[in-house]
């Protein structure tokens, strides 16, 4: 897709300014600068994104808005690790990262794409990823699914945009729609995964789809990420959630049921302990907290506060725990001692003031070994939890 003048080219200058290489079009006429800067900036962004990706010569990217809104690797790679099979199908392949994952686990494997380019950047693409058995189908997706049959794993994320341009949110305002789509859907494979925004709400979601067995909320370092659903005809209606944020060093899961939440019931606490928990987004996401409280043994501090406290240290929780040094509320002698610390990290939880307002009241630069969870109890007092991160 690429001439040699120009592939040597991005070769040489894939670490510059992609600003400063726009400009520069009259002193390399042999070169197409336009794709030039395109794939340098594709492979800037690979480095992080996608390593595998970018450490493979001769990868072909797409401009910055597929690069942007295309999965990590990791989170392809966790995606992968929840499905296999002998055939699979992608109804939207976009720039082809969750298929070239999921794919692996198939031995034979449909990519389907509505736009022309990016088909023809995937074959390229396959080929020096090594997957020989990927087949790339150039159509609309609603119009193949009713050529394919007998497959084993469909996936599909549908675009979140309108006509327009404007961004969307709930499942039938995505194209295609699923939710219209899921009858057929279910016909032609026996599980679905549904790719969708991390702002979608998840019960609403789950009353509009009747075949979902399972849900995946998907974190990396602690930023959500993408909701996946697994749609299957051994959907029940307690369906388990499952909460997952990928790190560097592993992965912290929780998962319980729809049913087990329900039917729990949330303690709150009467003094703070002597650690304070704050899950991961993905549970914060969830919704869940009288199973998590439950589950570890834990008391809340406040119902609209995500924050849990004990005295036993459980090093397992999904979340950031911090040992706790002091509890102060907001008289002149209580906020001096604050002061005195001079930094500290600031976080608000049900709390009526913002951290940019309450580092100015308090008098704190950002940063260091302190931590302050400026948080309501379940009695409506109003305090400073003061930590150190363990």
Known sequence: ???????????????????????????????????????????QAAKTKLPAWAATEGIIYPPKISMEQCSSEQTAIYKASLVGGKRFADLTGGFGIDFSYISQMFGEAVYIERNER??????ENFALLGLEHAKVVNGNSEEVLVTLNDLDWIFIDP???????????????????????????L????????????????????????????????????????????LGNDFVESYPVHCVNLLKDGCQEFSFTAGEES??????????GKYLYEPNVAVQKSGCSAVLSNHYGMK???????LYTCDDYVPYFPGRIFEVVDILGFSKAEIKRVQALQKANITVRNFPESVQMLRKRLKLSDGGDNYIFATTLAGGEKVLVLCKKT
């Open 263 to 272: 039917a729990a019931a949330v303690s709150y606490c009467t003094a703070v």
């Open 1 to 43: 897709m690429l001439d040699k003048a120009t592939r040597d080219f991005i070769a040489q200058h894939r670490d510059d300014d992609v600003r400063v290489l726009a400009l520069q079009a009259k002193r390399f006429p042999a070169v197409d600068m336009h794709e030039a800067v395109v794939q340098v900036e594709g492979w």
């Open 187 to 230: 016909q032609k494979s026996a599980k679905v995964m549904i790719k969708c925004s991390p702002m979608l709400d998840i019960t609403e979601a789950c009353r509009q789809l009747k075949h979902v067995e399972k849900v995946y909320i998907v974190a990396v370092n602690n930023e959500c990420k993408e909701l996946l659903f697994i």
């Open 118 to 123: 990016l088909c023809s950047i995937a074959r």
């Open 300 to 306: 809340k501090l406040h119902a609209n506060s995500q």
């Open 159 to 185: 675009a979140r945009r309108d006509g327009d341009g404007r961004k969307v949110v709930a499942l039938s305002d995505c194209e295609p729609n699923v939710v219209a789509l899921e009858e057929q859907l």
